[in-house]
């Protein structure tokens, strides 16, 4: 699952994964900048069965997508669950979220700051670093790199280890944001 706002940085990313065999789902501008880069990519929607609604508000807040994400792999009931509704296993997550300290830094009316308040990509990123037995999150192109030096190393292939990284990672970009976003109510 790609569900970037910036999206410099992870052109090698995505080719690297393709190449490695690796089925790309994602929702509207990334999967349009995948496709664009000449890589097949699944749209949510295929999955989900739903439309993106209220003006892109609502795209990946789907349980076809977070029990892929959140399914316990280790887990007979889990696994019965996803077979039943036909969830599929969701086992990357890379995720840059809407750009709100920069909107509220650029002087933008009130309206404006609320719309980059991300909500979609907040809940993929704590939904991955949970499940992060199963899961890698990389929640921000902060991680790109690093992402990208595991796949040059090891292929799509992650350890217990890199994944746990990933995760203390991803608490802090949510903390961070959640921070932010905490602070600029108490200012307006």
Not at 131 to 158: C, M, R, W
Request: proline content about 3%; some cysteine.
């Amino acid at each position: 699952m790609v569900s970037v706002f910036h999206k410099d940085g992870l052109d090698e990313i995505l080719h690297n994964l393709h190449e490695q065999g690796v089925e790309l789902l994602s929702t509207g501008g990334t999967q349009a900048f995948i496709e664009g880069l000449g890589i097949p990519c699944v749209k949510v929607e295929k999955v989900t069965g739903y439309p993106s609604i209220l003006g892109g508000r609502v795209k990946t807040l789907h349980p076809k997508v977070f029990g892929g994400i959140l399914g316990r792999r280790s887990l007979e009931d889990d696994q019965n669950e996803m077979q039943k509704y036909e969830i599929p296993e969701i086992d990357l997550v890379i995720v840059d979220l809407y750009p709100f300290e920069q909107t509220v830094a650029s002087g933008a009316q009130e309206a404006d700051i609320i719309e980059k308040i991300d909500i979609g990509g907040i809940s993929l990123i704590r939904a991955a670093a949970k499940n992060f037995q199963d899961v890698v999150i990389v929640p921000s192109k902060a991680q790109y790199s690093h992402l990208s030096d595991i796949l040059k190393e090891q292929g799509a292939e992650t350890t217990l280890e890199q994944r746990r990284w990933f995760a203390s990672e991803a608490f802090g970009v949510s903390s961070h944001y959640d921070t932010a976003i905490h602070t600029w109510f108490k200012k307006s």
